[in-house]
């Protein structure tokens, strides 16, 4: 009802508006009046290439008859070139409330897009709904016509877009933005992305891409973003993803990649987040890492990487604030150098068979309001304070550690750690039961502590910056998958 209204009103406020131009005009001489001229081959272009995208009900030269001027279509964009209006910018799906969105219905890519040779911006959202009944794939032709001119192709949302990326993306020289995400895509990742020397994002999460990552990223030295994350991408991790010296966010999470991390890893000084979880990658943690200085968001889980915790100095990584290292098959006892991470708020540890004890000075850390300790061999008495555990509550996870107990007396009821025996022995027979009970809680606590690292990182970036805004949607949406 209100939409209506609203509707209602800014329509009234449209009309209005032409009518006062066109009264101020018909009071002026001729030729300031102030149409600039569009070539009807460009405005019948505009209107066909729109109307392969929200369906052929849409009657653009009904609705919008001077789209570049008195009737701006929401999400169109034109400048003018030589004295004539050209589309610049395509912008459809559900994003403003009178934006273009498309029907559900005969969609296609016209071949008329490809006359709109001024064109920077191709963007849609929500399009393309069905991959059952009427898939659509990305055109392999003609893609060349657009190449002076476009920096930005985003198709985000459109489960029925299927088919590869047309190796004739290569030719958009000036491709700054190349953004696929979460369409139904497969196939390999053409090796033609390599000639995309202006690419300042690449992102292609989301699809179902397979085979190996090409190694075409030693020219893409301007790449700030590469977010391959939730494909079926397998081989090793590429050896020019090492000279992407600009890149502020590599993400290859959730894929099936193996083999070793790269030495080329240092080469990397102004990464902020390297999440590679969720893969196969094996064979230890490689010295490169701890060169990484620049890196706030370490996510490696779920790899069988193994290998000795402390074979990393950590506190060359002064500027962590997550380090995710569950279920890696990690070694060793925690290193010291951990507890040197002024700003870490998230540690997982979790899920690996590290041994020893728990290093008391964790709890110096000011930041730190998540620890997950729980699923290895750690053993002996608990050291941490009662204000520790208050503050981490269940944030704090160190069930499944046979050998680990707490000390009597230390800590309220309410704070004793969840399947934590305590450490006197003749209640353990009656904390083993109760701990029976504990891994139900636990259970819950784990699912939980997912979206935990996804609290925490949302906590630390009010900074308003856009890629760190696109970097939270990326997490928390794999976090909820
Ligand atoms: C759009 O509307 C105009 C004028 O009403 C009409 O002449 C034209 O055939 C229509 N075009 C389409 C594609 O429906
Ligand atoms: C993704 O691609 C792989 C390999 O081509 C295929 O085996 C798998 O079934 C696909 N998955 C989905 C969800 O389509
Ligand atoms: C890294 O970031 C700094 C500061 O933002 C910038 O001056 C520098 O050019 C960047 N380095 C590269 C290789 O892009
Ligand atoms: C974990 O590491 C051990 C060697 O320390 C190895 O024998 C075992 O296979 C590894 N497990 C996995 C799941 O990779
Ligand atoms: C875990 O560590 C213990 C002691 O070091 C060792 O005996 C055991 O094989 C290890 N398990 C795995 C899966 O690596
Ligand atoms: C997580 O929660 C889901 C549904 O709530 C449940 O099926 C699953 O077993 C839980 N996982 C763990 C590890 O408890």
Request: aromatic share 8%; charged share 15%; with cysteine.
């Amino acid at each position: 009802m209100m939409k209506c209204i609203k509707a209602i009103i800014s329509s009234f406020i449209l009309v209005m508006t032409i009518f006062s131009m066109n009264e101020k005009c018909y009071g002026q001489e001729e030729d300031s009046y102030g149409v600039t001229p569009m070539e009807k081959t460009e405005l019948n272009a505009l209107y066909s290439a729109i109307q392969g995208f929200v369906g052929n009900s849409w009657n653009g030269s009904d609705l919008y008859p001077d789209p570049c001027g008195w009737t701006p279509i929401q999400g169109v964009s034109c400048d003018i070139f030589n004295g004539l209006w050209y589309v610049t910018v395509i912008n459809i799906g559900p994003i403003h409330d009178n934006s273009l969105v498309c029907v559900n219905d005969n969609l296609e890519f016209k071949p008329e897009l490809f006359q709109l040779k001024h064109l920077k911006v191709l963007s849609f959202f929500n399009c393309f709904q069905s991959p059952n009944s009427l898939p659509v794939s990305i055109p392999t032709e003609n893609w060349e016509n657009l190449a002076e001119n476009v920096e930005s192709i985003e198709f985000r949302s459109n489960p029925g877009l299927i088919g590869n990326i047309p190796s004739s993306f290569g030719l958009l020289k000036n491709l700054q933005s190349l953004v696929l995400l979460e369409n139904g895509l497969s196939g390999k990742i053409p090796q033609e992305i390599g000639n995309l020397v202006k690419l300042k994002r690449l992102v292609l999460s989301g699809n179902n891409f397979s085979g190996n990552i090409p190694n075409v990223f030693g020219g893409l030295s301007d790449l700030l973003i590469l977010d391959l994350s939730r494909n079926s991408l397998s081989g090793n991790l590429p050896m020019t993803i090492g000279r992407l010296s600009s890149a502020l966010k590599i993400d290859l999470s959730h894929n099936f990649l193996e083999g070793k991390l790269l030495n080329e890893f240092g080469n990397l000084k102004n990464l902020t987040l390297m999440d590679l979880r969720n893969n196969r990658l094996c064979c230890g943690l490689v010295s490169s890492l701890q060169e990484m200085n620049s890196l706030e968001e370490m996510v490696l889980s779920n790899n069988p990487l193994g290998g000795d915790i402390r074979n990393l100095n950590w506190k060359n990584l002064q500027n962590l604030v997550i380090l995710e290292l569950s279920n890696m098959n990690l070694t060793g006892e925690i290193p010291e150098s951990l507890s040197e991470l002024k700003k870490l708020r998230f540690l997982g540890l979790n899920d690996n068979n590290l041994t020893g004890k728990l290093l008391p000075k964790l709890e110096s850390l000011p930041s730190l309001n998540a620890l997950y300790l729980s699923g290895n061999n750690f053993k002996g008495e608990i050291q941490f304070s009662k204000g520790f555990f208050g503050k981490l509550g269940r944030r704090f996870g160190a069930w499944s550690n046979p050998k680990l107990c707490y000390q009597v007396g230390v800590m309220s009821t309410k704070n004793v750690p969840y399947g934590v025996k305590p450490c006197h022995d003749q209640e353990e027979v009656h904390l083993v039961k109760s701990n029976a009970k504990n891994e139900i809680i636990n259970g819950d606590i784990n699912n939980n502590s997912n979206s935990i690292v996804s609290m925490g990182f949302s906590c630390s970036t009010t900074s308003g910056n856009f890629w760190w805004a696109f970097m939270i949607l990326g997490l928390v949406h794999s976090f909820l998958i």
